[in-house]
T-cell receptor
Framework: QQQVKQSPQSLIVQKGGISIINCAYE??????FPWYQQFPGKGPALLIA?????SEKKEGRFTISFNKSAKQFSLHIMDSQPGDSATYFC???????????FGTGTRLTIIP | NAGVTQTPKFRVLKTGQSMTLLCAQD?????MYWYRQDPGMGLRLIHY???????AKGEVPDGYNVSRLKKQNFLLGLESAAPSQTSVYFC???????????????FGPGTRLTVL
């Protein structure tokens, strides 16, 4: 049973535009929500993460928005650049639990 | 620091053959993980370990075995490879008692395995 649903599966955005990727979770015990970025031929790497005590976290052009009541969170990439082209995974976990549950990934392509 | 390294980078097996994938980390992490990545399926946890000498099953453990004899190494074995095990395998590690409380996982570069 998939506990973290991610959409869309692929996304094409023009340079300078806003990229938005959405995730929904089922387990209300999750209290840690990271996003990982993966470039072709590489392993995923942590991009940004949020805890449910805040509704938004911003790091540079990357923002996570979190809606606890809806059990949803999203990644916004402002002023998208060709270098942002990658696969993005959302994930969810519990602080005291060593495991993360990953979404199915979104392949983002930024076109000039 | 090399971080998380994986050996080999590529491998082609015939159905029924066996092999071992090696993962090593130099960050003194307690937890280590093996994932497989397939198109449209995301990252699925195969097995994981919360410390030297311990292992536990993840989401898709069938057909795989693991061992963590040393803290820095985590081995993934395929006893009798099947075409369904064709995938990209990633190892990851996380957490030290002296580090942050959240569970940031550090991934290796992956092993691309093809089973014919």
């Amino acid at each position: 049973q998939q506990q973290v649903k991610q959409s869309p599966q692929s996304l094409i955005v023009q340079k300078g535009g806003i990229s938005i990727i959405n995730c929904a979770y089922e387990n209300t015990a999750f209290d840690y929500f990271p996003w990982y970025q993966q470039f072709p031929g590489k392993g995923p790497a942590l991009l940004i993460a949020i805890r449910p005590d805040v509704s938004e976290k911003k790091e540079g052009r990357f923002t996570i928005s979190f809606n606890k009541s809806a059990k949803q969170f999203s990644l916004h990439i402002m002023d998208s650049q060709p270098g942002d082209s990658a696969t993005y995974f959302c994930a969810a976990g519990q602080n005291e639990n060593e495991k993360l549950t990953f979404g199915t990934g979104t392949r983002l392509t930024i076109i000039p | 620091n090399a971080g998380v390294t994986q050996t080999p980078k590529f491998r082609v097996l015939k159905t029924g053959q066996s092999m071992t994938l090696l993962c090593a980390q130099d960050m003194n992490h307690e937890y280590m993980y093996w994932y497989r990545q397939d198109p449209g399926m995301g990252l699925r946890l195969i097995h994981y370990s919360v410390g030297e000498g311990t292992t536990a099953k993840g989401e898709v453990p069938d057909g795989y075995n693991v061992s963590r004899l040393k803290k820095q190494n985590f081995l993934l074995g395929l006893e009798s490879a099947a075409p369904s095990q064709t995938s990209v395998y990633f190892c990851a590690s996380s957490w030290t008692p002296q580090g942050p409380s959240y569970n940031e996982q550090f991934f290796g570069p992956g092993t691309r395995l093809t089973v014919l």
